[in-house]
């Protein structure tokens, strides 16, 4: 045996001077198992690289014993990281009753398990006056001592079971309970401020006799009919005080009207009547505005101004798509005839027709053709048609709550009506809605125009 364990001594000296396959925390041994090469002589040949482990050598093998990080404390998670030890308090942990307290007097605080209980709020026990509340309006709810005291009267409820809990020592009144309430009646006075009348509009003063006198105050209202009626306003009550707003477009006369062109139209039996448009030539016409789109026709394009929108495509004049030749009021890109020529983005644009007069009309209707060629959701690749007035815009007509049928021209036809007699702008806008890319075209409209009526 003596040479075969030279033999085996000579391999180890061969494998820790060459190397060998085998790494830290294996054995070399022989066919049948029973010579065994120790392969470690100290901690630093079982390094693993793991700061989270304790390396040792023990009997010629390495042992790698995972790092405990344990603080003792039940309430922090404990592990390691790169060597380091962490330990992060848990929520709602606990190791005893005053770890628990929630600053709340009453309730009780207990650690059961490990975790806080709350229990439920004691009896009568109070933190401050707004938790205690016994829905009776004659007394005050105080907290006194950490519990709720309901024993004290409230004087400004004039509460009462007889007429002597009503005594006020005054002499000018007279003290009654009624229906559980103090009711003070003034018999005389001393000042004015003892005389206070249930009407709003009639003011008391103590007289040299001490005796109430009471006398209406000037326009003081308590309901619109107690205002005076004024031509052409209406009244209404506020505060006690009477206020009066013009009525709009309203008149008793064709002065009022202040237009040559207008006439004060007043129904049989009525004192005040409203403006109307004269029907004479000169004065009322049919045809408000009328663009065919040979060319913009007082049209201004622009960009929309919201954030992260593409400054073209724009509003243009565009053939491929018409209903009067040669073209036609067109959003997209007329060289690829897409709405997003160079891929995903989001898009839009209004064109603007300012200063269009419907003063010299009555019941004006906005009609035109309209070509979409757009997302199949109704939310996205919108058409709109808004009205700006005094810096106000109103939305008239949209793709939103109209679509329209894809594959041709659709007629559109708005009641302009509330915009009557007024100078307006007209707004017709395209937003993309969407940045995501599209093969749709965009929209087409033709032959706009704007007609009213005349009587």
Not at 310 to 326: E, F, H, I, K, Q
Not at 437 to 455: F, H, K, M, N, P
Request: aromatic share 6%.
């Amino acid at each position: 045996m003596r040479g075969s364990t030279l033999t085996a001594l000579g391999l180890a000296a061969a494998w820790f001077a060459c190397g060998t396959s085998h790494g830290p925390g294996t054995d070399l041994a022989d066919g049948n198992g029973e010579v065994k090469i120790p392969i470690c002589q100290g901690p630093s040949d079982c390094d693993d690289g793991d700061g989270c482990t304790t390396d040792t050598c023990v009997a010629g093998r390495c042992l790698n014993t995972p790092r405990s990080c344990d603080d003792g404390n039940p309430c922090t998670a404990d592990r390691c990281e790169a060597g380091q030890c962490f330990n992060e308090a848990q929520e709602d942990c606990c190791v005893e009753d005053p770890d628990c307290d929630d600053g709340n007097f009453c309730t009780k605080d207990e650690c059961i398990d490990g975790a806080c209980v709350h229990g439920d709020w004691l009896p009568n026990c109070c933190n401050r006056n707004e938790d205690c509340d016994d829905n009776d309006e004659c007394t005050r709810d105080l907290c006194k001592d950490r519990r709720c005291d309901f024993t004290t009267k409230d004087p400004a409820a004039r509460c009462c079971t007889e007429k002597r809990d009503c005594l006020d020592g005054d002499v000018c009144t007279d003290d009654e309970c009624i229906g559980g309430r103090c009711i003070y009646t003034v018999l005389c006075c001393r000042f004015d401020a003892d005389c206070v009348s249930e009407d709003p509009c009639r003011a008391g003063n103590c007289t040299p006799s001490s005796e109430c006198e009471y006398a209406p105050i000037d326009d003081c209202c308590v309901q619109d009919a107690d205002c005076p009626t004024l031509p052409c306003m209406t009244a209404t009550c506020a505060d006690h005080a009477c206020g009066h707003a013009p009525i709009p477009n309203c008149c008793t006369g064709d002065p009022d009207c202040g237009d040559p062109c207008r006439r004060c139209d007043i129904p049989t039996g009525d004192s005040q009547g409203l403006c109307i448009l004269k029907s004479t030539p000169e004065c009322c016409v049919t045809t408000v505005l009328d663009v065919a789109f040979s060319d913009l026709g007082g049209f201004v394009v622009s960009p929309l101004a919201k954030p992260n929108y593409a400054a073209t495509p724009a509003w243009n004049l565009d053939g491929l798509r018409t209903v009067s030749a040669p073209t036609s009021l067109y959003f997209g890109d007329p060289a690829t005839h897409r709405l997003h020529p160079a891929g995903e983005g989001l898009v839009g644009g209004r064109a603007t027709r300012a200063q269009v007069d419907l003063s010299r009309t009555t019941h004006p209707t906005l009609a035109f053709q309209a070509y979409r060629s757009g997302s199949i959701v109704s939310s996205v690749d919108v058409l709109s048609v808004i009205v700006a007035l005094d810096g106000d815009e109103t939305v008239v007509w949209t793709t939103l709550d109209h679509p329209l049928e894809a594959g041709a021209f659709r007629p559109v036809s708005i009641d302009l009506a509330a915009f009557e007699g007024r100078s307006v702008s007209l707004i017709l806008e395209f937003d993309s809605r969407s940045a995501f890319a599209t093969e749709y075209e965009g929209v087409w409209v033709d032959d706009l125009r704007i007609s009213g009526q005349c009587r």
